[in-house]
T-cell receptor, first 115, second 109 residues
Framework: GAVVSQHPSWVICKSGTSVKIECRSLDFQATTMFWYRQFPKQSLMLMATSNEGSKATYEQGVEKDKFLINHASLTLSTLTVTSAHPEDSSFYIC???????????FGQGTRLTVV | GIQVEQSPPDLILQEGANSTLRCNFSDSVNNLQWFHQNPWGQLINLFYIPSGTKQNGRLSATTVATERYSLLYISSSQTTDSGVYFCAAQGSNDYKLSFGAGTTVTVRA
């Protein structure tokens, strides 16, 4: 398989601060990575598509100024939750596929708690 | 985008029992995957199966693409099989993977 690593696994931050989450493809290059959000007892919802070297594409209803995505290399995408509020508390998870492949591989996820 | 429906929403099994989880999707697919989400939230890839049949130990899956459904079979269930099973599909004309609501499986000793 392919390995996607996400860091940190969990984070607690104060309301109003920003938090950065990293997603790395460890043994393959990924021109595209995806960021999902999952609330308790619910399914995964796609937030945005991260494209290496270009702007991210956000799903309808996702605030691009609040969830900043940077895909600076073929193995790293970052999601920054800016000015976090308690309602941003959630489980965030990224995925990537090998170039030319369709199968998606997921990171371990990051549990964000905003207090 | 593609719609993905899973059934049943919840399944309670006695250890050793067999079960079938179903995933219906609304369009032709490039990708169909089954995942098991562990208690820590990580999605474990079970099968990449846009068509055909695959087996991995006590688990197997079948996708009938022409009829737009996929089945995940769990045989001789164990307590470690407990968790949420997700089906996700990517439509032929879509860029994203859409998830079903999941099936929560509880295996009792």
């Amino acid at each position: 398989g392919a390995v996607v690593s996400q860091h940190p696994s969990w984070v607690i931050c104060k309301s109003g601060t920003s938090v950065k989450i990293e997603c790395r493809s460890l043994d393959f290059q990924a021109t595209t990575m995806f960021w999902y959000r999952q609330f308790p007892k619910q399914s995964l919802m796609l937030m945005a598509t991260s494209n290496e070297g270009s702007k991210a594409t956000y799903e309808q209803g996702v605030e691009k100024d609040k969830f900043l995505i940077n895909h600076a290399s073929l193995t790293l995408s970052t999601l920054t939750v800016t000015s976090a509020h308690p309602e941003d508390s959630s489980f965030y998870i990224c995925s990537a596929s090998r170039q030319g492949g369709a199968e998606a591989f997921f990171g371990q996820g990051t549990r964000l708690t905003v207090v | 985008g593609i719609q993905v429906e899973q059934s049943p929403p919840d399944l309670i099994l006695q250890e050793g029992a067999n079960s079938t989880l179903r995933c219906n999707f609304s369009d032709s697919v490039n990708n169909l995957q089954w995942f098991h989400q562990n208690p820590w939230g990580q999605l474990i890839n079970l099968f990449y199966i846009p068509s055909g049949t695959k087996q991995n130990g006590r688990l197997s899956a079948t996708t009938v693409a022409t009829e737009r459904y996929s089945l995940l079979y769990i045989s001789s269930s164990q307590t470690t099989d407990s968790g949420v099973y997700f089906c996700a599909a990517q439509g032929s004309n879509d860029y994203k993977l859409s998830f079903g609501a999941g099936t929560t499986v509880t295996v009792r000793a």
